[in-house]
């Protein structure tokens, strides 16, 4: 069983940075792709970015130009870099891990790590 384990929420003010990880039980190399997700109160759960295992990067529109996926496979983790937070990031962000090995497809999360910006 894969465990994603994601840190680095917290609260900041508008402006301000704050960079997630999500640290993966298996190697992130193995998965197709790894991306990041949010869920506000009373919304349905979005894709902020992810990652290929070729390298590709796909964002939100929202996020662009702000926010940047990375990776560290020495480490089997995945970064969420932001910046320029507004109130309206506020939101719990959740990492996933997307493969197919053999002939069947698996979709791993992990737990959460809440992001408060203030105004």
């Known amino acids: 069983q894969v465990q994603l384990v994601e840190s680095g929420g917290g609260l900041v003010q508008a402006g301000g940075s704050l960079r997630l990880s999500c640290a993966a039980s298996?190697?992130?190399?193995?998965?197709?792709?790894i991306g990041w997700y949010r869920q506000a109160p009373g919304k349905q759960r979005e894709l902020v970015a992810a990652l290929t295992r070729a390298g590709g990067t796909n964002y939100a529109d929202s996020v662009k130009g702000r926010f940047t996926i990375s990776r560290d496979n020495a480490k089997n983790t995945v970064y969420l870099q932001m910046n320029s937070l507004k109130p309206e990031d506020t939101a719990v962000y959740y990492c996933?891990?997307?493969?197919?090995?053999?002939?069947?497809?698996?979709?791993?999360w992990g737990q959460g790590t809440q992001v408060t910006v203030s105004p």
């Open positions: 298996r190697r992130i190399f193995s998965f197709d792709v």
């Open positions: 996933n891990a997307a493969a197919r090995w053999g002939s069947s497809d698996y979709d791993y």
